[in-house]
């Protein structure tokens, strides 16, 4: 299964990128709402998580984004 993991906050990303690496998930990740947006509308993801709080867009508009991209 692959994950969007998208949190700005670099300790927490690591250290959650390596509790679901070793849950056996492929993760790529995203430290902003910019690259988040990108990434969730050109790369097939199975889930994300997605903090709210980011930097340049935050994650509800992200969100927003992505289900008005279908």
Not at 49 to 57: A, K, R, S, T
């Amino acid at each position: 299964m692959r994950l969007l993991l998208v949190e700005d906050e670099p300790t927490l990303r690591a250290q959650l990128r390596k509790g679901l690496q070793e849950a056996g998930y492929a993760v790529d990740e995203a430290d902003n709402g910019r690259d988040a947006r990108y990434l969730g509308e050109t790369e097939p993801f199975d889930a994300v998580v997605l903090d709210l709080g980011l930097p340049q867009i935050d994650g509800l508009t992200v969100l927003k984004h992505w289900r008005a991209a279908g």
